[in-house]
């Protein structure tokens, strides 16, 4: 289950150019036969993400990427309360037994260095606590390249998208090996 926001749930994307789907393209090309379950909601803060969690999973996930977090920091949200929201969602994962690998955001430069260190270290510290995987900044290569994004600057374009799978795939490969107990699954889902 790839848990998140507008850049999971696939913002201005075609059917067939979100995350979950390239992603799920691109586990079967390694020859995972997984199902990627799409719970992104567009807009979603921590916050949010928090409130619908137990929606989320009754999909019956057997493993997360959590990716949220970018809202909270384009809003200039408290880096303290996003850490708290995060927290409590791995807590969760943690008690249902699910392997989750943090898909890590950074703070718009504009809102300073001060706020910035206190929010890009948020996903560093739930990795080290939780002893969860962590793919440092989920639009790496992505952001502030303008043919990789939509015409808002903020979401990337299908291109974009393939940018992002092709750079967290080795991560998601030993997520998925991880839900099956190391082995190579038939189907996780």
Do not use: C
């Not at 969690?53 to 309360?81: Q, Y």
């Not at 092709?166 to 839900?179: G, T």
């Amino acid at each position: 289950m790839a848990f998140g926001d507008s850049l999971v749930h696939g913002y201005g994307l075609p059917a067939g150019e979100t995350f979950p789907e390239q992603l799920e393209t691109a586990l079967r090309e390694e020859g995972l036969d997984v199902m990627v379950i799409n719970a992104g909601n567009s807009g979603d803060t921590t916050a949010a993400g928090l409130a619908r969690l137990d929606w989320a999973l009754a999909d019956e996930p057997t493993a997360v990427i959590l990716e949220l977090g970018a809202n909270d920091g384009l809003r200039g949200l408290d880096p303290a309360a996003t850490y708290d929201n995060l927290d409590a969602i791995m807590a969760r994962f943690t008690e249902e037994g699910l392997p989750v690998l943090i898909a890590g955001m950074l703070a718009p430069p504009n809102l300073g260095r001060e706020y910035g260190d206190s929010f890009n270290s948020v996903f560093p510290r739930l990795a080290e606590k939780y002893d969860a995987p962590l793919y440092p900044f989920f639009l790496d290569g992505v952001a502030l390249e303008p043919e990789l994004n939509q015409p808002d600057g903020i979401h990337p374009n299908a291109r974009g998208v393939a940018e992002i799978v092709k750079r967290i795939k080795p991560y998601v490969v030993a997520l998925v090996r991880d839900a099956a107990g190391g082995a190579q699954p038939a189907q996780v889902n």
